[in-house]
């Protein structure tokens, strides 16, 4: 996507003011442990989830030298976490099944983790036919 058709692209909303937005959300739903990292090109937002005290890492890529992008990556980083905290919210989804993929272990995500090694091991399309067990159709 070209920088110019990037959402929140003109977001008079700096990322130091978003990740205090953030924290507010973040707060309003419980979730008081939180970090902030920039490091290596990319962005952090770790925080515990308080019931189950899951760490969760998310990471977005930054460029610092480039405010406009930095602010809209975290704007959008904002928007995505509200309608995450939202849908639990309204009991669409649970804590467990839009958390997994971004739960920590050691200094990878379920994620970085696990779909390397599914795709090392070939499961990929219609390897995964099946696996949902009886009164899933294969074809």
């Not at 406009?68 to 467990?96: C, H, P």
């Not at 795709?119 to 294969?138: C, H, Q």
Request: charged share 25%; hydrophobic share 35%.
């Amino acid at each position: 996507m070209s920088k110019s058709k990037q959402p929140y692209r003109d977001t008079k909303v700096t990322w130091m003011e978003t990740q205090s937005y953030i924290t507010a959300l973040l707060i309003k739903y419980g979730i008081t442990e939180t970090r902030f990292t920039n490091y290596g090109g990319h962005a952090y937002v770790e925080f515990i989830l308080p019931k189950e005290g899951w760490p969760v890492r998310l990471s977005i890529p930054v460029d610092l030298q480039d405010q406009r992008g930095t602010n809209s990556r975290w704007r959008m980083l904002f928007w995505y976490l509200k309608a995450k905290l939202e849908a639990m919210k309204f009991g669409i989804t649970d804590f467990k099944t839009e958390w997994l993929p971004f739960i920590a272990i050691g200094d990878k995500t379920v994620a970085e983790g696990l779909l390397p090694e599914l795709e090392r091991r070939g499961l990929k399309g219609d390897a995964f036919k099946g696996l949902l067990g009886p009164g899933v159709s294969d074809e």
